[in-house]
């Protein structure tokens, strides 16, 4: 791809947009960043440096005869189709930074890419696959929409034997030639619905990760995922199944406390050492292992990062036990498919800690097991009423205003045995950054007060 001398629009000046900033730098584009935040709202020691370097930038909005006039547009992951629709009517190579990347990679590096999607599960599956390909002895990079950016490692110049991408919906709606030699798809639920129009729409973009495969390229998806009727066409390489039974057509399934493969023989891996909860994570381990053996990881490996991997913060995360009752921080849940995971997998009886800003969508997939095994709701945030209206009337419910207050409640009806768990099904940004901040704070909370509340007895606690 020559880029020396065209004129490129960057779209969005956040992670993405700056590595892809730099990557055209190098490869000799003159960079103009457009971005809708003010121009001091960006990392100032940043911006000056890019200036420096002959960077314009155009801040507060986007300009749509800026789009117009350019011979090239990057748009980064989130960016809504309307800002660039102009350029792309105009007949403008629109493309995102993951496009942009893997257009500079070697045929040797995209043999040996393997790409992960999904709606949840995505950063630990990336995480799970990264980690058994190290451990077999692969040098390997990870990045994409989880860490770093693929344009980051292009313009490293790094030589490694294997590269593990988290990819989004949104990062490929803007794809044309990316392509995995292994490409993992976890699970398609709602989520997002508030920028797609329909599930089908969201699905299309999570089954693009398959469309320029070829004949000798392998498609992981789960055995009964819905959407695969409608785009197995987009589908081009060798599907290969991983689900929660052995029928004959299954190459990674779960059993009891094992993960068997079906590879050249069958293999069998005990799960007694695995630390992550939730038959989710068991399932989301099924995809890695097999996906890690294809692109070459020993069995050794395999039972290595079994019993070493320990996930990450805010994902089913346990923050401790007080008083005899558990708390887990699942902040990562920001939707109701993610919240079903974590209920199906917990020991009852829950106090259930839902809320945040409103995804689209609804909550009704939650009701049975809400039935089942929550004993209290409680609602926080901008969303609390919208879930109300949806999961009144099947336990004990409180509606509160913010997490201080939903902890407060935790902590006044827990009993011992009980497992007060914050897995909101809801954005964060009612309230907080990002989900990360949400489940710190929790965190804090817990640790800050949970000792003291709990150190009382039973019976003064009756009357707290």
């Avoid at 990870?142 to 950016?149: F, R, W």
């Avoid at 019993?307 to 036990?321: D, M």
């Avoid at 921080?329 to 199906?344: F, I, M, Y």
């Avoid at 902590?411 to 011992?416: A, C, E, Y």
Wanted: include cysteine.
């Amino acid at each position: 791809m020559e880029l020396r001398g065209k004129r490129a629009v960057v779209i969005g000046f956040g992670k993405s947009g700056q590595a892809a900033t730099r990557l055209l730098l190098v490869k000799g584009a003159e960079v103009i960043v457009s971005d809708s935040k003010r121009k001091e709202e960006l990392p100032p020691s940043l911006v000056s440096s890019m200036e420096v370097l002959g960077v314009t930038f155009e801040t507060g909005r986007h300009n749509p005869q800026t789009l117009e006039k350019a011979d090239l547009v990057v748009v980064s992951p989130g960016v809504s189709p309307q800002v660039y629709l102009q350029a792309v009517k105009k007949g403008i190579p629109v493309l995102g930074e993951l496009e942009l990347a893997f257009r500079f990679l070697s045929p040797e590096e995209r043999e040996n890419l393997i790409a992960i999607t999904g709606t949840n599960g995505k950063t630990t599956t990336t995480a799970m696959i990264s980690e058994l390909l190290k451990l077999a002895g692969f040098r390997t990079f990870t990045g994409g929409n989880y860490g770093i950016p693929l344009s980051e490692y292009v313009l490293s110049k790094a030589k490694v034997d294997k590269i593990v991408l988290e990819v989004s919906s949104f990062q490929l709606e803007t794809i044309e030639s990316f392509t995995p030699k292994i490409g993992v798809l976890l699970n398609i639920t709602p989520d997002h619905l508030d920028r797609y129009s329909s599930m089908e729409e969201y699905a299309y973009y999570k089954y693009r990760l398959f469309h320029g495969q070829r004949e000798s390229d392998l498609a992981i998806l789960p055995k009964s995922e819905p959407f695969l009727e409608r785009f197995e066409a987009l589908i081009g390489g060798k599907t290969l199944f991983f689900g929660e039974v052995g029928d004959e057509d299954i190459s990674a399934y779960v059993e009891g406390d094992s993960v068997v493969l079906r590879l050249e023989r069958e293999e069998a891996y005990s799960l007694s050492s695995f630390r992550l909860l939730g038959l989710h994570n068991r399932l989301n381990l099924a995809a890695a292992l097999l996906a890690g053996r294809l692109a070459g990881a020993s069995p050794s490996a395999c039972e290595r990062l079994i019993s070493e991997f320990v996930g990450f913060p805010h994902r089913l995360e346990y923050v401790g036990t007080f008083g005899g009752v558990t708390f887990i921080n699942d902040s990562k849940a920001t939707n109701v498919d993610a919240t079903v995971q974590a209920l199906r997998g917990l020991p009852c009886p829950i106090i259930l800690i839902l809320g945040g800003r409103h995804k689209g969508g609804s909550y009704a997939p939650l009701r049975e097991l809400i039935k089942e095994r929550v004993k209290t709701l409680i609602l926080m945030g901008e969303a609390r009423f919208i879930i109300w209206e949806e999961l009144k009337d099947l336990v004990e419910t409180y509606l509160v205003e913010d997490l201080p207050e939903a902890l407060s409640v935790a902590f006044k009806v827990s009993l011992p045995g009980d497992l007060v768990l914050l897995s909101p099904a809801c954005a964060s940004f009612d309230q907080f950054r990002d989900y990360q901040e949400r489940g710190e704070v929790f965190k804090e909370l817990v640790f800050k007060y949970a000792p003291k509340f709990y150190h009382s007895s039973k019976e003064e606690r009756l009357y707290h």
